[in-house]
């Protein structure tokens, strides 16, 4: 960090003094309840694909994340979401329902500035990250392992 | 929305009590000349003590071994499987033995087993099911 001024040190400890502190404990306890609660859901779901559809525990995580997206894609529509995340915070975030809730809410934060400038351009404005440096990331490490399996390090 | 954070938990773990019952050790012998191999099969998962919940079905040319592995011993699944692959090998090495730790295979033998002991399954519907449920294992890519 810079070296601080006299008149800004002086501002800082004001702001100190005032600042109300952040209960960091307190949310996270709220985060991680909450996301287990999704967390709980989305195995509820995965158990739904298992008994019901003929997916084996391998692959019934893709439906069940697809499903879970769309729950949280309805529940941001309905404002329901967004409560949630602020109680929550990142427990609402981390999972892959705030991937739904990220483009929802862009989409409908965008809408007055029409279909094709606003709802199209901007849907993907956070979750647009999401997908880059996800597929980016697979690529690396699929590359990785072709590279390892090639020269026979792992099988 | 504060009591949901209470309630919602609690119905899921209640209701998971409801769905994961017990089996124990169950055997299918559909085709009588593995009655042998299949003893022998259950006696070592009896051993094993990661493992609880084991069904053993033995088809016409194949036998399907599915398992449930306790919960802190997930961990090491793979070897688990791996293990039980490599003693199946070695104990019976011009034998076809599928084994699968995969819960849905699990639920689809114990249906086949039930369906078996109720006696509403002839042996060809039997063999059937049992081809399909390891088709189903190995297209798990």
Partial sequence: MAKQTASEKSYQSLVNAHDRKRPVLINCIKAFLVGGCICIIGQAVTVFYITFFSFTEQTAGNPSVATMIFFAMFLTGFGVYDRLGQFAGAGSAVPVTGFGNAVISAAIEHKTEGFVLGVGGNMFKLAGSVIIFGVFAAFVLATIKTLLSYFGVVN | ?141
């Fill in chain 2, 1 to 141: 929305m504060k009591k949901w954070i209470y309630t919602f938990p609690l119905m899921m773990l209640l209701g998971g009590c409801a769905m994961f019952e017990k089996v124990g050790p169950s055997e299918l012998i559909i085709h009588d000349t593995h009655e042998e191999k299949v003893h022998i099969i259950n006696e070592k998962l009896q051993k094993s003590e990661e493992l609880y919940d084991t069904i053993i079905i033995a088809g016409e040319d194949k036998i399907l071994v599915s398992y449930k592995v306790h919960h802190m011993n997930r961990f090491h699944m793979k070897k688990i499987e791996k293990k039980i692959k490599k003693w199946t090998e070695e104990e019976f090495p011009d034998q076809e033995v599928d084994v699968s730790s995969d819960y849905k295979i699990f639920l689809e033998s114990y249906n086949l087993f039930q369906s078996w002991e109720d006696g509403s399954l002839s042996i060809e519907e039997a063999q059937k099911k049992l081809d399909k449920i390891i088709t189903l294992k190995n297209d798990l890519t």
